[in-house]
């Protein structure tokens, strides 16, 4: 911006003498000097400070001088030394450069020789201590000679040391001189400007060398991740067809046990002890039932309950032979997902429930319902899910002296034990238009198996 603005002037002043001067010419041309001083003040009072860690202490006590606050108090002092001149142009331009020009360029000069002093050990290997040099005393010199040679007037001391005096004295115009430095200026940091564009490049270069070496490092953890990954899903694959063959075979075996069961009873005339086979068959039924959802399931940990208790609850009734009969069924579940931890003594739980409702609920071809209500109690938590199970028949009731806790009946024992000790719940007997049983739990938490 300097270099703009003081070459606005300069070519505005070879006009001034051309054509001569004019007010509006004077004004633009006055101003142009100014600001061009404004700025090369200011880029030498940054420069100078640059260092101030390692600056000496003169060096701080002197940059302290030349805080944020001196640029707008010099401009001020030079505005109202030329207004209370009698020439405002004149003296303002010749004020401009004796308290803007003069000192900016000398900070400048020492800024440069400061900042090799200083950044020695970085700057040395990329050889522009020459560069650096010519420029500090190019600026220092521009100072001196742009900043204290003024055109000649009537105050001290530019009524001694002008433009005029310089030509009696050297016999060559001060415009010629501080061509030359403003030549030398832009060669030493042009130059400067080169070498750092160099390094630049070769910084860019080995950082682009680095990024490439570690992209090459990346793509080939990738993959030995995307091989590991791949490892693993095959790995799990393998488990689960290991776990789902364990399901079928338990399936099976259960069948298995079923049908000697089923053979063993038929050899058997006694019908209450026919009766027993056929519970423990039902009972071994609900558990292979599970294990066969398991075994269809997508997950094989968990298993949509609505659809295990449908199942088990259609083959009781074809068992009991009241499938087309006057007893509905209604199954309500809200969606639940149980692990087989929980599913397994549930189904138990309700195979004997269900059982005790189809024969003993409707006797002598009463019709009736029975629901089956599975529903979450507490907010949706993996870990702490709340459930109320409740079967419920409107059939003929139970014994009003019947107490669950304390019963001889094989399946009452079944249900309050696997209630109690491996749900962890509580049950509820009521005996209201019916019989009704509330069984609540929390879902057993288990690790899971794949």
């Not at 160099?198 to 793509?219: C, G, I, P, V, Y």
């Amino acid at each position: 911006m300097f270099g703009i603005t003081h070459g606005a002037n300069e070519i505005l002043d070879m006009w001034a003498i051309i054509r001569g001067r004019h007010d509006v010419l004077d004004a633009v041309r006055w101003l142009c000097l100014v600001i061009s001083y404004l700025f090369l003040f200011e880029f030498g009072r940054r420069f100078f400070r640059l260092n101030m860690a390692n600056a000496p202490a003169w060096q701080t006590r002197t940059a302290r001088l030349f805080g944020w606050w001196s640029l707008p108090l010099i401009a001020l002092a030079i505005f109202v030394s030329a207004n209370m001149s009698h020439d405002f142009w004149k003296v303002g331009s010749i004020m401009a450069r004796y308290a803007l020009g003069f000192p900016g360029g000398i900070l400048i000069g020492l800024g440069f020789f400061f900042e090799y002093k200083y950044e020695k050990e970085i700057l040395m290997p990329l050889r522009v201590k020459k560069y650096f040099m010519c420029a500090g005393g190019a600026f220092l010199t521009y100072g001196i000679l742009g900043g204290l040679i003024t055109p000649k007037a009537d105050f001290f001391p530019a009524n001694i040391l002008n433009t005029e005096s310089f030509v009696a004295s050297t016999g060559t115009p001060v415009q010629v001189f501080r061509g030359l430095c403003a030549l030398t200026a832009a060669w030493s940091v042009s130059g400067i400007l080169k070498i750092f564009n160099w390094e630049m490049r070769d910084r860019l270069q080995k950082r682009s060398d680095s990024l490439q070496s570690l992209n090459e490092e990346l793509q080939l953890e990738i993959n030995e991740r995307r091989t590991a990954q791949e490892q693993l899903n095959s790995s799990l694959r393998e488990k689960e067809v290991l776990l789902k063959e364990i399901y079928h075979r338990t399936k099976n075996n259960m069948q298995v046990i079923t049908s000697l069961l089923n053979l063993q009873s038929n050899q058997i005339d006694d019908p209450r002890y026919v009766a027993l086979f056929n519970e423990s068959r039902n009972r071994i039924s609900s558990m292979a039932l599970v294990h066969e959802k398991l075994y269809r399931s997508k997950n094989l940990s968990s298993i949509d309950f609505k659809d295990y208790i449908t199942s088990l609850a259609n083959g009781l009734m074809t068992f009991y032979g009241t499938n087309s009969g006057n007893v509905s069924l209604a199954i309500s579940t809200g969606g639940a997902i149980l692990g087989i931890d929980t599913a397994i003594p549930c189904g138990l739980i309700i195979n004997e429930l269900l059982s005790n409702a189809l024969k003993y609920a409707f006797p002598e071809g009463r019709g009736g319902a029975i629901f089956i209500d599975l529903k979450k109690t507490t907010a949706d938590n993996k870990w702490d899910n709340e459930y109320e199970l409740t079967v419920r028949d409107n059939g003929i009731g139970l014994p009003g002296d019947i107490d669950i806790n304390n019963t001889k009946s094989l399946g009452m024992q079944l249900v309050t034990n696997l209630t109690m000790h491996q749900l962890r719940g509580s049950i509820e007997l009521r005996k209201d238009g019916g019989t009704a049983y509330l069984i609540r739990f929390k879902e057993l938490k288990y690790n899971e198996r794949v």
